[in-house]
């Protein structure tokens, strides 16, 4: 039972589009890097765009045509026969970025709540950028709503913390965690500066990694005093 949250993944390539990531690697590497490891890739949270999905399958056949890609689309509906068979045949599921509000409301509608716990359940690596770090949590901050940022509090909740990617972009995120932590709407949880994944054992966090230098996680919690109480996690660089 393992997810890998992320402010990272597929990185952009100014030639390519993108490339896969020392992030992506990683998952793989968790799921025990079979020969030929199976990963499915979800975009629903910018509903399914073509683009995305173009860019995926040409990362992976540049930079690791060991890997057998897949994807899941649910626009205008689903691309396979059998949604559950599909990701249950994975061994990486990996969720890109966007909103988070849409893509609970897209994955409940079709049942992926519970598919998806299977999957953790059965020893599938979750893993995800942004929206696809968000959504394994109780709740975080997203933007899925308008430019300002606001609490979204119905994740799935594989993992009973709060979560904030993009800790150190983008400016509203940080005051915004510390009050909603520090006033209860939010879950204790963790955040991540961009390039920074926490890697999850069942809900207890294992390690924190990084793509990038002098990035870092973040522990959010509620002091004796009502305000919340941040501790800096330092970060293990991936190649």
Known sequence: MQILATSGGFQPDGRWGARVGPI???AIELAGSPAQPRVCVLATAVGDDPASYARMYAAFARDTPQVRPTHLTLFPMPNVADVRAHLLASDVIWVGGGS???????????GLDEIMREAWEAGIVLGGVSAGSLCWHSGGTTDSFGPDLRPVTNGL????HSNT????SEAGRRPLYQRLVAEGTLAPGWATDDG?????????????????????AWRLERGADGQAVETRV??????
């Open 196 to 216: 920074v994944g926490l890697h999850f054992r069942g809900t207890e966090l294992v390690g924190v990694v990084s793509d990038r230098p002098d990035a870092a």
């Open 157 to 160: 909740g594989l993992l009973p």
């Open 165 to 168: 990617p993009h800790y150190d």
């Open 234 to 239: 330092e970060a293990t660089r991936l190649d």
């Open 24 to 26: 992506i690697r990683h």
């Open 100 to 110: 988070v509000a849409n893509l609970l409301a897209v994955w409940r509608a079709h």
